[in-house]
């Protein structure tokens, strides 16, 4: 299982599900962070949070945990 923390820099990855309960996973979804959607992975933290990520044509940045929720292919 791959999840968004994982992916590289300048790597484009789908969503295949968001793991995680209540307001996290509420948050997420509001976001734009969708299963099927395409996350381009613009920018890592040299400590590897944040990060910065492009969806639906706008950036974001998430941390560290909040990535790991996200399973991408």
Do not use: W
């Amino acid at each position: 299982m791959k999840t968004l923390k994982d992916a590289t820099i300048g790597e484009t990855v789908k969503v295949l599900k968001i793991n995680g309960e209540g307001p996290l996973r509420r948050h997420l979804l509001d976001m734009g962070i969708t299963k099927g959607c395409e996350i381009y992975v613009r920018k890592v933290a040299p400590l590897g949070d944040p990060v910065e990520i492009t969806v639906r044509g706008y950036e974001l940045s998430l941390r560290r945990t909040e990535a790991e929720k996200v399973e991408v292919e």
